[in-house]
C-alpha cells in the first residue's frame, strides 16, 4: 500500500458489510482513519474490529440529521475530514402498479435523502480542511431503465444529479463530488443465483460475470485520492461492460 489517504478522516456509510466493507478496509490499509457508518450495528463493529484500529464503528442511520451530526463531530474529532463515501442503500424489486407510495417514499428517503443529509453534513467541515472528496453509490440503474426498478431506479437517477449540482455549487471550496454506477455486485444486495451456474445470469454482458466489492473499492479510492484532483461532477461506471451492451451472439464469418 502506498498511504495514498494518509492523514486523512473518512465517513463511509453502509459499510456493515458488502462495498462500504470493503473501502473501509482498502481506505485504512491507505493510511485513512474511517468513520463506518450502518444500522446493522453488531455486523459493523465486527467489521471495524476486523479491520483494526483506524476503523471506528458507529450507528449511523443515514435518513437521521442528528446521527449525520454526531457522525461528522465524531470523525472530526479524529483528523480533517477529507472523504465521505456515500454506500448505504437498499434494493427491492417491484412493478410499478403494484409500488405503493410508502415503500417508494422509503426508498427514496434512504438512497437519495440519506445522501443528501450527509453532504450537508459535511460541507462545512470538508471547506475548513481544504477540501475533500464526496462519493457517492449511485447504479447502472442511475443510467437506464430496468424492470422493477421504479423507486429503486429513480432514487439512483436523482443521485446522480444531485451528484451534479453539488460539484456545481461546491468546486470552489475545493470539494470534489462524483458518482460510482456499479452493476450487479456480488453482496447481499445481489439476489442468490436461482440455482446452477451463477455466471450464467451475466451472460448477456461483456464481462460474464458479477463484480467484486473489492473492484468497486478500487475505483472508490482512486475517487477519494488525490490521482482524481481533476474530476469533479462525473460519473463512473463499473459494470463488466454491462451497459455497453451484449456481446455479439453469433460468429463472424468473412464474406
Ligand atoms: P449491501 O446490502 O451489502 O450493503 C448496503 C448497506 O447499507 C447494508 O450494510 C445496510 O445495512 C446499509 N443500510 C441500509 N439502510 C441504511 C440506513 N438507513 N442507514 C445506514 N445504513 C443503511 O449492498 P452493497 O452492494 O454493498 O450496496 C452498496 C451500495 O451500492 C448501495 O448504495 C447500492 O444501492 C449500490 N449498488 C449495489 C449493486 C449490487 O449489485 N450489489 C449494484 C449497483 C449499486
Redesign the pocket.
Known amino acids: 500500500m502506498t498511504g495514498r489517504l494518509a492523514g486523512r478522516v473518512a465517513i463511509i456509510?453502509?459499510a456493515?458489510?458488502?462495498?462500504?466493507a470493503a473501502e473501509a478496509a482498502l481506505f485504512v490499509a491507505e493510511g485513512a482513519q474511517v468513520v463506518l457508518?450502518?444500522?446493522?450495528t453488531d455486523q459493523l463493529h465486527e467489521t471495524a474490529a476486523a479491520i483494526g484500529q483506524h476503523a471506528h464503528a458507529l450507528r449511523?442511520?443515514?435518513?437521521s440529521a442528528d446521527d449525520w451530526a454526531a457522525a461528522v463531530s465524531f470523525a472530526t474529532r479524529l483528523g480533517p475530514l477529507k472523504v465521505l463515501v456515500n454506500?448505504?442503500?437498499?434494493?427491492r424489486l417491484c412493478p410499478i402498479e403494484h409500488e405503493t407510495l410508502d415503500d417508494f417514499r422509503r426508498m427514496i428517503e434512504?438512497?437519495l435523502f440519506?445522501a443528501f443529509l450527509g453532504m450537508q453534513a459535511v460541507r462545512g467541515p470538508m471547506a475548513e480542511a481544504g477540501g475533500g472528496s464526496i462519493i457517492n453509490?449511485s447504479?447502472?440503474?442511475g443510467m437506464t431503465g430496468y424492470a422493477y426498478h421504479a423507486a429503486y431506479g429513480s432514487s439512483k437517477w436523482a443521485l446522480r444529479g444531485l451528484t451534479r449540482t453539488a460539484a456545481v455549487e461546491w468546486g470552489s471550496l475545493g470539494i470534489r463530488v462524483n458518482s460510482i454506477h456499479?452493476?450487479?455486485?456480488a453482496?447481499?444486495?445481489?439476489p442468490p443465483p436461482a440455482g446452477g451456474d451463477p455466471d450464467r445470469r451475466f451472460a448477456a454482458q461483456p464481462i460474464g460475470r458479477a463484480g467484486t466489492?473489492d473492484e468497486v473499492a478500487q475505483l472508490a479510492l482512486f475517487l477519494a485520492s488525490d490521482d482524481s484532483s481533476y474530476q469533479t461532477g462525473a460519473e463512473f461506471v463499473v459494470d463488466g461492460g454491462a451497459l455497453a451492451g451484449p456481446p455479439p451472439t453469433y460468429q463472424w464469418q468473412p464474406s
Open positions: 456509510t453502509g456493515a458489510r458488502g462495498q462500504g457508518g450502518d444500522v446493522l449511523l442511520d443515514v435518513t454506500n448505504a442503500g437498499v434494493h434512504i438512497n440519506g453509490l447504479s447502472s440503474a456499479p452493476g450487479p455486485i453482496t447481499d444486495m445481489l466489492a
